[in-house]
């Protein structure tokens, strides 16, 4: 099994930031794409961000030139850097993570979600 620990969620005014972070730990051989997810009241839990083992990134186009994710694989954590937020932006976000277990088998996980409400 793997588990996901969120952190960093809050309140933050327009134009303000915040800084999220996933660690994951338990059964784990290897991690591919680590990624972050959102779902905003009466809206559909949408991609934000992934990052690869290779570090290659990939950006919802709401948050491109805002946001940046990047990953610690010494510490299977990934974060994602939330800059110039807007109250679009409030939503539950998710973290996901899909690898290798030590069993050999895939496993594709998700965190228990965090709050970012963004309000003045």
């Known amino acids: 099994q793997v588990q996901l620990v969120e952190s960093g969620g809050g309140l933050v005014q327009p134009g303000g930031s915040l800084r999220l972070s996933c660690a994951a730990s338990?059964?784990?051989?290897?991690?591919?794409?680590m990624g972050w997810y959102r779902q905003a009241p009466g809206k559909q839990r949408e991609l934000v961000a992934t990052?690869?083992?290779?570090?290659?990134?990939n950006y919802a186009d709401s948050v491109k030139g805002r946001f940046t994710i990047s990953r610690d694989n010494a510490k299977n954590t990934v974060y994602l850097q939330m800059n110039s937020l807007k109250p679009e932006d409030t939503a539950v976000y998710y973290c996901?993570?899909?690898?290798?277990?030590?069993?050999?088998?895939?496993?594709?996980?998700w965190g228990q979600g965090t709050q970012v409400t963004v309000s003045s």
């Open positions: 996901n993570v899909g690898g290798v277990t030590t069993r050999w088998r895939n496993y594709d996980s």
């Open positions: 338990g059964s784990i051989l290897s991690i591919n794409v």
């Open positions: 990052i690869t083992s290779g570090g290659s990134t």
